[in-house]
């Protein structure tokens, strides 16, 4: 560790967390948090007015931001570089390629300066645009500001639009009159965000938000109407699902889907009938998933009923979606997981993966006929857009790989034809010949292989020297795409291999490669992660003191294991918005996301073997007497997802733990939440924060 250790030298004290030991007992298994104070005991207010955040735990924070501004100030030079070289490769005036829907072109830009998008529309048979809402104008005057996007009504007229002003994603919803741009009286508090149409464009579906910001109840507002006034549509009692509603693709039907992260179910209801009773389509079964997407007189429904691990697709009667009625079309294939699924006039399309690789597949509704729409790299990313319209033959889609910056193409599902309508611009410049994109395979301890995507320039030299940052997740069944990214540029024309290992937990590799990384084999997304770094290491890609690792959220509870397990493997450890305190968090379930993750991690409360499970890699519980390397955790304080407390008690207990001399810096936006700051610039300082951290580790500050 001589390489990380040597530059930082000469740190301030960091600050010491003062111990208030609390011991709980469960399943007749005694712990003692020392940090346990740290959780503001009105945490739900907070969330909504940071102002009213305990003045000891503030001073603490403020304390522990103190510090790491201190041990970082002499790379401040090199984070304006960086933040400099980032913001050039971004065109600032970008627009999107408006997407049609009926009369009109719906688009979406940034202007130059600008931190938050635009939204307009233009007549699709000429005229002049129209701008719907302006971000940057809604953000003035506000440190934190996030939209929840904006909805147009079937009959476009009006707008749905929400934003958070505070970081916590209680969204406000507002109604916008398109016809003068002008906000409706209409105010919906505590939302998840967005919302769905009635067929008559008189009122819209939402989500509403808990005090504990949980999604479970779905409200018909009648527009010109009150907030109290509205009507409740379908209420869930079990804290332990989400629920969500939206639209179908012929504004014939309100669909409202409820689901933890393995079991859903869907009720449906008219869109000409607001206040008609759902009807539910398939009562919820532990482990079986399902979800409708509308194609004219039937339902199209993605599951994994009957044995699907890595899901079918069935269709049913609009008039009876009813389980019994589902017909096979497109059949289980073990290994070929069928991610999502959309209905056309003509044609059935989704989107699979097999062999870790995305591809779109095209179906003739009238013939069965099938064909693909793949590409020959060796890694890549696919993004489906589809089409705002159903009686449609054109469907678009977006191709980026590491080196590829990304490609948005029109597609006709008749004909085959590939129309390119933007590529993305590098205002810099970028030529990807100058670059190298690798899949490798890691030998896991079990014998699996590991995909590791790598990223670095041509003539970085391959002989061990090379710093590397390796980035990982692997939860909640989600890939890392292997798309293009233009900040880890900065790294890499500085010499580092970028590389994202996809790890067990994610769904790389189909259902099954999930399934081997959650709940009681959650020690394989670890231990794959470290084989990762030994096999970069052993192949002579860098050296083990050079690898700098990254993840956040659920990745960052990757970091912290990694940490405890294998500290050696690492020069250094970035762990943003980290879920450290799994144990904690998972026995309390006043917690936002506590109950509905129980399926994903375990439940603590009512299982001793779940309780010892998640005990043995809880990130927090597992600090000991050891050498670290040097770590950087990033929080905000606003986090309903992973709260402060989390990282905040983890860095308070990995100083007092450690034996050796690394730095453990923590770094708390004071005003933003999970998703860190709000605008597209100020995200790019957070990143040019890290990237810093991750220089100065490997000595290149």
Known sequence: MELSLSAFENLPVAPTAEKRPLTDTRHGISRTDDYAWMRDGNWQAMFKDPALLDPAIRAHLEAENAYQQAAMADTAALQKTLFAEMRRRIKEDDSSVPAP????????????????????RTPRDGGAEQMMLDGDLEAEGKAYFRLAGAGHSPDHASMIWGYDDKGSEFFTLKVRDLATCEDRADLIENTGGGGAWSADCTGFFYTAVDDN?????????????????????REETDSGFFMGVHGSSLNDFILIGINDHETSECWVLPA?????????????????????????????????????????IC????????RENWIEVVPHKPGRLILSVSAYRNHLVWMERENGLPRIVVQDRTTGEEHAIAFDEEAYALGFHGS???????????????TTPSELYDYNMATRERTLLKRDEVPSGHTPADYVTRRVMA??????????TLLYRRDTPIDGTAPCLLYGYGSYGIAIPAGFNTNCLSLVDRGFIYAIAHIRGGKEKGFAWYEDGK??????????????ARYLDRENFTSHERIVAQGGSAGGMLMGAVANMAPEAFGGIIAAVPFVDVLNTMLDDTLPLTPPEWPEWGNPVASPEDYRTIAAYSPYDNVRAQAYPPILAVAGLTDPRVTYWEPAKWVARLRELSTGDAPVLFKINMAAGHAGASGRFQR????AFEYAFALKVVGKV
């Open 101 to 120: 829907d009926g009369p009109f072109l719906y688009g979406v830009r940034y202007v130059t300066g600008g931190e938050q998008p635009k939204y307009f």
């Open 272 to 312: 000409g009938d607001p206040t008609a009773k759902p009807l539910l389509v398939a009562g919820r079964q532990t482990g079986v998933e399902y979800s409708l997407s509308e194609g004219g007189d039937v339902f199209f429904i993605l599951t994994n009923a009957d044995g699907a691990k890595d899901f079918k």
């Open 443 to 452: 030998p896991a301890d079990d014998g699996e292989l590991v995909p590791v």
């Open 684 to 687: 790019l300082e957070e990143i």
């Open 519 to 532: 709940r009681g084999k959650k020690a394989n997304t670890f231990s794959d992660f470290i084989a990762a």
């Open 213 to 233: 910001h949980r999604p479970s109840k779905i409200f018909y507002h009648r527009l010109g109407t009150a907030q109290s006034e509205d009507v409740l549509i």
């Open 388 to 402: 705002m319209e159903y009686f449609t033959d054109t469907v678009r889609f977006s191709y980026s790989s590491m």
């Open 315 to 322: 269709q049913a009667p609009v008039t009876a979606p009813w």
